[in-house]
């Protein structure tokens, strides 16, 4: 291989490095956005309680390690009922079927929040096969892709995962169930 053919792939590949680091940086801070959004959503369905100092809501820094986006910070909500503490978790946006999830855990269970599209209403697979020695096969259609609409989701338990709509009635059950309430 000639020293020119080199030069090229280096910069090519000196080029895709910045393209990704640009891409990952914008995912890292839409999902940093939407788990601040969704820490004043939770603020707002327990604020009948915070404004009485029956429950109270802290943040505490957490950092986070991603491949591609590397270490960021984001913050860690603890919710405080009496004695029981839920922690909501920050896990990442490098993940497969979401844009983001934050693992949410009390003393008697745990459960997630996802950041899928709003129409999603359970986790589905598929898998395509794209032979790379076939002309034809990388050529195969793909759907129309469409704008997607993030939102929360709550995951019901395993084995049978649904997505459950994000909302006060459905979070408070969940915060009960997972502290035994």
Known sequence: MPATDFDSFVQQQQDNKENIKEFWGRERDQYIDYVNKVYGTIEEFLAPW???GSVTI????QEIHEEDTGVYNVRKCIISIGNRFIALTPIGTQLIGTKGRIDISGAFGRSRLILVDKDATGIRVSVTHVDLNDPQSSKAEKPPEKEID???????NPP????IEFNKENFLSKIME????
């Open 50 to 52: 915070t404004s009485t």
């Open 58 to 61: 802290e943040y505490h820094e």
């Open 150 to 156: 993030w939102t929360w989701k709550i995951v019901s």
């Open 160 to 163: 049978n995962m649904k997505f």
């Open 178 to 181: 997972i502290s035994n309430g």
